[in-house]
């Protein structure tokens, strides 16, 4: 008589492979949630340089930064410099509130860093300072970081 071996996984076996996957496909996710913040910091980050480049470039143009107090879009009605692309909050990430100063021969633009959970901001402003500034964004009248 020839036996036949029936050759498969057990149950168990399965149960483990699928655990296994579970578990790195966990893993992956938690990492892509960070890549994803560091993202949109990176974001923020750029824009903020790009405003600073437009920023004098307004100046150059009109002998003055303009004035604003915490509202960044009637600080820049300049179209041809681009600022007014930076001064608009929709084109920052989600939960980046931006804020503006100036005084019309300073001026100040800070942004909250989404990825850090809105413990940092980051500030630039001009006298060329681009640097992390803790939970405070700038204050009404303050024209530097």
Do not use: H
Request: overall charge negative; glycine content about 12%.
């Amino acid at each position: 008589m020839i036996r036949k071996e029936n050759r498969g996984f057990t149950l168990i076996e399965l149960l483990v492979v699928i655990a296994i996957i579970g578990i790195l496909s966990s893993v992956v996710l938690a990492s892509l949630n960070t890549a994803r913040g560091k993202g949109n910091d990176a974001k923020v980050k750029a824009q903020l340089s790009g405003a600073r480049a437009s920023a004098e470039i307004y100046y150059d143009t009109n002998g003055s930064y303009g004035t604003a107090t915490a509202d960044c879009d009637n600080m820049f009605d300049d179209a041809t410099s681009g600022m007014l692309s930076y001064a608009t909050q929709s084109n920052y990430p989600t939960n980046a509130t931006l804020e503006c100063v100036s005084t019309g021969t300073a001026y100040a633009m800070s942004a909250l860093l989404p990825g850090e959970g809105g413990t940092n901001n980051w500030c630039v402003d001009s006298t060329g300072a681009s640097k992390k500034n803790g939970t405070d964004l700038i204050g009404s009248g303050d024209a530097v970081c």
